[in-house]
């Protein structure tokens, strides 16, 4: 998997389309990523002993790595990412422009 945490990526399926957000966490044995702000949905919670009220929360749910892309600044839009290996490491690289990530 390309996308890393930390990496801003552009949504480019579903209810999101467009949007552009920083990754939080990677699930790499579910293939998803959680963005920020992005597939944020409404969960009715119970009152409990973690949450003493209960009520509508908005949260973020994990989406498919499949359905975002690497966000390259300089270019101002989304770009996808390869892998070289320069003096026996390993980088990722931007295919459009040839620099390292």
Do not use: A, W
């Not at 498919?64 to 839009?77: C, G, I, R, T, W």
Request: charged fraction near 35%.
């Amino acid at each position: 998997m390309k996308i890393r945490k930390g990496d801003k990526v552009k949504i480019i399926t579903g209810k999101d389309r467009g949007k552009v957000g920083t990754v939080l966490k990677v699930l790499k044995d579910k293939h998803k990523v959680l963005v920020e702000g992005v597939n944020v949905v409404r969960k009715h919670v119970k009152p409990g002993s973690v949450s003493k009220e209960g009520g509508i929360v908005n949260i973020e749910k994990p989406l498919d790595v499949s359905n975002v892309m690497f966000f390259n600044e300089k270019l101002n839009q989304g770009v996808r990412l390869g892998c070289k290996i320069i003096d026996g490491k390993k980088y990722r690289i931007c295919k459009k422009s040839g620099e390292v990530v």
